[in-house]
């Protein structure tokens, strides 16, 4: 139980294109779901959370327009790198929270990543 | 608020021989912590979690880990290195009072030799 999937795994765009990436929880149902940047032999940052329904929040620093955030289901978010320049080249990874998250452990589960490679 | 702090970014032991990771954190309230795991190129995978049960904590593929309040720290050991654990290590550590974001250790990269 508890997958999360990423679509696509991967993806090479041109510079000036927008890019979508989708984020699914399969088989539960996530009112929260967050997404990390992770450049080369670097940890995970943290660049939004994502609330179904509503807009997502940003971390600071984070061009909440270029990077779209929607979350219009409770399986289901997106994100989309509009406008991309190749120092938006990075290994992408959203997590999703259980419904029940607020009485358990807090554990996110994380989808396998996206590696998008602008050219 | 709340913090976490890896204190080797690189560690390197022989097959066969124990792990040790360390890992420090800070938090306001009861913390909820955990260990993952990410090999080249792949998502985390989670190999174990505390959430206020038993202080030791016993993971996947051998690896377990001890909540010490007292010294702040949730270090990862395993008895016997594979030269399939080599990989990348994330210590992180979420907030049990509110249902917020987790903060990620900056990682500790765990080489295995021959």
């Known amino acids: 139980g508890a997958v999360v999937s990423q679509h696509p795994s991967w993806v090479i765009c041109k510079s000036g294109t927008s890019v979508k990436i989708e984020c699914r929880s399969l088989?539960?149902?996530?009112?929260?779901m967050f997404w990390y940047r992770q450049f080369p032999k670097q940890s995970l940052m943290l660049m939004a959370t994502?609330?179904?329904?509503?807009?997502?929040?940003?971390e600071q620093g984070v061009e909440k327009d270029k990077f779209l955030i929607n979350h219009a289901s409770l399986t289901l978010s997106t994100l989309t790198v509009t406008s991309a320049h190749p120092e938006d080249s990075s290994f992408y990874i959203c997590?999703?929270?259980?419904?029940?998250?607020?009485?358990?452990?807090?554990?996110?589960?994380f989808g396998p990543g996206t590696r998008l490679t602008v050219t | 608020a709340q913090s976490v702090t890896q204190l080797d970014s690189h560690v390197s032991v022989s097959e066969g021989t124990p792990v040790l990771l360390r890992c420090n954190y800070s938090s306001s309230y009861s913390p909820s912590l955990f260990w993952y795991v990410q090999h080249p190129n792949k998502g985390l995978q989670l190999l174990l979690k505390?959430?206020?049960?038993?202080?030791l904590v016993k993971g996947i593929n051998g690896f377990e880990a001890e909540f010490k309040k007292s010294e702040t720290s949730f270090h990862l050991t395993k008895p016997s290195a594979h030269m399939s654990d080599a990989a990348e290590y994330f210590c992180?550590?979420?907030?049990?009072?509110?249902?917020?974001?987790?903060?990620f250790g900056s990682g500790t990269r765990l080489s295995i030799r021959p």
């Open positions: 088989d539960f149902q996530a009112t929260t």
């Open positions: 505390y959430t206020s049960a038993a202080t």
């Open positions: 994502s609330n179904e329904g509503s807009k997502a929040t940003y």
């Open positions: 992180v550590v979420s907030e049990s009072s509110s249902a917020s974001k987790i903060i």
């Open positions: 997590s999703a929270r259980d419904l029940a998250g607020y009485l358990s452990s807090y554990e996110q589960y």
